[in-house]
């Protein structure tokens, strides 16, 4: 994707300083946090980087969960006194994802089928929410920034995976990768981006490149 020139980890750390730039991980961002400060100070060596955020007891939210192999791969490290959510708007990766969940025998992973510009969760639910690759794909992207702000609670945050544009490339150049990945055709500037998740409240934001 580098010779694009449109990556991107979007990373909201809240007001926690002691979270290093590269712990949201996986090629993801986010904007997190509304406020004070949050329990995770740090960082776990043992999980892979884009899971190293989450601890034992964590209520973790998947905003666009596809067949559900992350969402029950976080669903080891929260452990049995945490919650997985995932949220999908196409009834088939539930289905593909509660069948994986059966195989599996987990039982603190949950699916729910619903749109994530109207996730069917209560406010402040989740202390992390992840979103891979999701973010570009919507046609609303503030009602879905706004919706990560209500979901999440108020020392949490939100890691966004996905493509936004540093610098101008030709828009040739730009149908062509669209046609390679779908989410790269709906990518925006990274002030553009970021603006999104200014507007809800977050008290922090921030791109990491990868």
């Given at each position: 994707?580098?010779?694009?020139?449109?990556?991107?980890?979007?990373?909201?750390?809240?007001?926690?300083?002691?979270?290093?730039?590269?712990?949201?991980?996986?090629?993801?961002?986010?904007?997190?946090?509304?406020?004070?400060?949050?329990?995770?100070?740090?960082?776990?060596?043992?999980?892979?980087?884009?899971?190293?955020?989450?601890?034992?007891?964590?209520?973790?939210?998947?905003?666009?969960?596809?067949?559900?192999?992350?969402?029950?791969?976080?669903?080891?490290?929260?452990?049995?006194?945490?919650?997985?959510?995932?949220?999908?708007?196409?009834?088939?990766?539930?289905?593909?994802?509660?069948?994986?969940?059966?195989?599996?025998?987990?039982s603190n992973v949950e699916f729910r089928l619903?749109?994530?510009?109207?996730?069917?969760?209560?406010?402040?639910?989740?202390?992390?929410?992840?979103?891979?690759c999701v973010f570009n794909l919507q046609s609303?992207?503030?009602?879905?920034?706004?919706?990560?702000?209500?979901?999440?609670n108020h020392n949490g945050y939100v890691c966004?995976?996905?493509?936004?544009?540093?610098?101008?490339?030709?828009?040739?150049?730009?149908?062509?990768?669209?046609?390679?990945?779908?989410?790269?055709?709906?990518?925006?500037?990274?002030?553009?981006?970021?603006?999104?998740?200014?507007?809800?409240?977050?008290?922090?934001?921030?791109?990491?490149?990868?």
């Amino acid at each position: 994707v580098n010779q694009y020139n449109m990556q991107a980890e979007v990373k909201t750390i809240e007001n926690n300083t002691n979270v290093k730039n590269s712990a949201c991980g996986c090629g993801s961002g986010g904007c997190g946090s509304h406020s004070t400060q949050h329990s995770h100070d740090e960082l776990n060596p043992d999980l892979p980087s884009r899971f190293q955020l989450l601890q034992a007891g964590d209520r973790v939210v998947e905003f666009g969960s596809g067949t559900g192999l992350d969402s029950i791969s976080m669903a080891s490290i929260v452990g049995p006194g945490g919650k997985v959510i995932g949220i999908d708007i196409s009834e088939q990766n539930i289905n593909t994802a509660r069948g994986i969940l059966d195989s599996q025998k987990v039982s603190n992973v949950e699916f729910r089928l619903g749109d994530v510009a109207a996730a069917p969760l209560p406010d402040e639910y989740a202390d992390v929410i992840y979103s891979t690759c999701v973010f570009n794909l919507q046609s609303d992207k503030q009602k879905v920034a706004d919706e990560m702000y209500r979901v999440c609670n108020h020392n949490g945050y939100v890691c966004v995976s996905d493509f936004v544009i540093i610098n101008d490339i030709p828009e040739g150049l730009r149908k062509e990768a669209s046609e390679i990945a779908g989410c790269i055709a709906g990518a925006e500037k990274a002030d553009v981006f970021m603006n999104y998740f200014r507007k809800t409240g977050f008290s922090q934001g921030g791109i990491v490149e990868v």
